[in-house]
């Protein structure tokens, strides 16, 4: 089983990035989907998710700027725009074969890519 997360670096604020998280492995049907982050020395925080039906649901710290997508090969995205320091953070993706609104952990994890925000 392998997720492997790709479309990171550094950006000016403001800026955009797309990330990938590409699925490969996983022998059973995928409910959720999500993007975590985690910044130094903070808890990791679920950024957004998105079920099998497409339903999507955002941090309120990305409403707006982010947009979460997956096709039906269980590829992911996030379309991250107006990008602001606070977004610098590894950037994980994850999948749980239960539906986002149930899943309390997530099956797999991708190993994560490093978005920076500087000027």
């Known amino acids: 089983v392998q997720m492997l997360e790709s479309g990171g670096g550094s950006v000016q604020p403001g800026g955009s990035l797309r990330l990938s998280c590409v699925t490969s492995?996983?022998?059973?049907?995928?409910?959720?989907m999500a993007w975590f982050r985690q910044a130094p020395g903070k808890e990791r925080e679920r950024v957004a998710t998105?079920?099998?039906?497409?339903?999507t649901s955002y941090a309120d710290s990305v409403k707006g700027r982010f947009t979460i997508s997956r096709d039906n090969t269980n590829t992911m995205y996030l379309e991250m725009n107006n990008l602001r320091p606070e977004d610098t953070a590894m950037y994980y993706c994850?999948?749980?074969?239960?539906?986002?609104?149930?899943?309390?952990?997530?099956?797999?994890w991708g190993f994560g890519t490093q978005v920076t925000v500087s000027s």
């Open positions: 492995g996983i022998n059973y049907a995928i409910h959720c």
């Open positions: 998105i079920d099998k039906d497409l339903t």
């Open positions: 994850a999948a749980d074969r239960w539906p986002c609104g149930i899943a309390s952990t997530m099956d797999e």
